[in-house]
Nanobody, 123 residues
Framework: EVQLVESGGGLVQPGGSLRLSCAAS????????MSWVRQAPGKGLEWVSA????????SYADSVKGRFTISRDNDKNTAYLQMNRLKPEDTAIYYCAAKYYRGSRDPGEYDYWGQGTQVTVSS
């Protein structure tokens, strides 16, 4: 059974940091690109960041570039999203998603999804 389980969300003040984790099982993690996608209240899915299967290539949405860092540990079958200098507009449910071989900025192209973790940025 394929599973992606996110953790690390919570309530943080503006300017603070959080680190999200995504633990994968049931598929060959090292063959899949991983992305983080978020959904703010009342809005659609927004692609945030992607990392290729080997971890050597990353990409970011302009809205988070310079503040967020995506990484992965293929030995632990886990992807991460380090979020710094958080803003209220980063408030959303954050999902991790897996796509075979090559990543994409289109959430519709992803094969597997987690259940999401809530991030709330508020004073």
């Amino acid at each position: 059974e394929v599973q992606l389980v996110e953790s690390g969300g919570g309530l943080v003040q503006p300017g603070g940091s959080l680190r999200l984790s995504c633990a994968a099982s049931g598929f060959t993690f090292s063959s899949y690109a991983m992305s983080w996608v978020r959904q703010a209240p009342g809005k659609g899915l927004e692609w945030v960041s992607a990392i290729n299967s080997g971890g050597g290539s990353t990409s970011y949405a302009d809205s988070v570039k310079g503040r967020f860092t995506i990484s992965r540990d293929n030995d632990k079958n886990t992807a991460y999203l380090q979020m710094n200098r958080l803003k209220p507009e980063d408030t959303a449910i954050y999902y991790c998603a897996a796509k075979y071989y090559r990543g994409s900025r289109d959430p519709g192209e992803y094969d597997y999804w987690g259940q999401g973790t809530q991030v709330t940025v508020s004073s």
